[in-house]
C-alpha cells in the first residue's frame, strides 16, 4: 500500500475540479484510488436563506461553544471522516485528508471548530464542519457532531462570516432531509455552474479576518460572539 503522502491531488487539480463542478470521493478510507463526481442535480444553501429555529439561535446566543476558524482542520477532517453508527466507512480517504490539508496550507480550505470544556477541565473538539473555497464560493464537504447543534452552530457561523465577507455562493453537494430543514434548495448543475461563473473574483473580506472582527467587536461591546452571530442571521431564517 503507498503512503497517502506520496499521492497527494495537486492543489492545482482540485481548484480546476471545483471550479468546473466536481470533486473526488473515494469508496473507502483506505482506498488509494479517487473517482471525481459530478452531481446531475447540486444542493446549495441561499446565504439569505438559511433557516435558524428558536431553539438554535439560543444555543447561539448562549455561546454554548467556543468558536474557532482554521485552529484544528486535519482534526476535523479526520472527525469527519471516522467511523459512525451504520456507517462504518467514509468516503473520506487517507488520500483525500492528506491532499485537503494540502489544500489548507495553501489557503483554500477551512474548518469551523466547536469547542467545549471537558470533565478534565481542557477544550474538547465536539463539532465542526470543513470546506473549500475558491473566488466567492464555499464548498461544504462534511459535518461532524459529538454534541447537540454543534454542527449546526458550526454551520450558523459560517453562513455569518461568509455573508459578511463577501461571498457569494454556499455549494452542499447532495440534497439531504437534514440540509432542507436548514434552509438547502436543489437544482440542476448547469444552473450551479451559472452560479459558479458568477461568483468570481475575490470576496471582499478572508474569512479568517472576518472571525477576528467578529470576535473583537462582541469583546469591545462587552457582548458575546454568538449574539453578533444570531444578529447577522435574523434577516435568515
Known amino acids: 500500500m503507498h503512503s497517502p503522502l506520496r499521492s497527494l ?7 480546476l475540479a471545483y471550479r468546473s463542478g466536481i470533486f473526488p470521493m473515494a469508496d473507502t478510507r483506505d482506498d488509494q484510488d479517487v473517482f471525481w463526481v459530478e452531481p446531475r442535480d447540486r444542493a446549495i444553501i441561499p446565504l439569505d436563506g438559511l433557516h435558524v429555529s428558536k431553539s438554535l439561535r439560543k444555543v447561539l446566543r448562549t455561546d454554548r461553544f467556543v468558536v474557532t476558524i482554521d485552529e484544528a482542520f486535519g482534526e476535523v477532517i479526520r472527525a469527519c471522516a471516522a467511523p459512525r453508527p451504520g456507517h462504518p466507512e467514509s468516503w473520506i480517504s487517507d488520500r483525500i485528508v492528506a491532499s485537503y490539508e494540502q489544500l489548507h496550507r495553501a489557503g483554500h480550505a477551512h474548518s469551523i471548530e466547536c469547542w ?4 478534565t477541565g ?3 473538539l465536539v463539532g465542526g464542519l470543513y470546506g473549500v473555497s475558491f473566488d466567492q464560493v464555499f464548498c461544504g464537504e462534511s459535518m461532524f457532531s459529538r454534541a447537540d447543534n454543534a454542527s449546526k452552530v458550526a454551520l450558523c457561523w459560517l453562513v455569518a462570516l461568509l455573508k459578511t465577507g463577501g461571498y457569494r455562493l ?3 453537494q447532495f440534497m439531504t432531509d437534514h440540509l432542507a430543514t436548514l434552509g438547502a434548495v436543489e437544482m440542476p448543475q ?3 455552474l451559472k452560479l459558479v461563473s458568477k461568483a468570481r473574483g475575490l ?6 479576518a472576518v472571525y477576528r472582527d467578529v470576535i473583537e ?3 469591545a461591546a ?3 460572539p454568538g449574539k453578533l452571530i444570531a444578529q447577522s442571521l435574523t434577516q435568515t431564517s
Not at 491531488?9 to 481548484?15: A, D, G, H, M, S
Not at 467545549?116 to 470533565?119: K, S, V, Y
Not at 470576496?203 to 479568517?208: G, K, Q, R
Open 203 to 208: 470576496p471582499e473580506h478572508d474569512l479568517v
Open 190 to 192: 448547469k444552473d450551479y
Open 217 to 219: 467587536s462582541a469583546r
Open 170 to 172: 454556499l455549494d452542499c
Open 222 to 224: 462587552h457582548s458575546s
Open 9 to 15: 491531488i495537486p492543489v492545482e487539480t482540485l481548484l
Open 122 to 124: 481542557k477544550a474538547e
Open 116 to 119: 467545549q470544556t471537558g470533565d
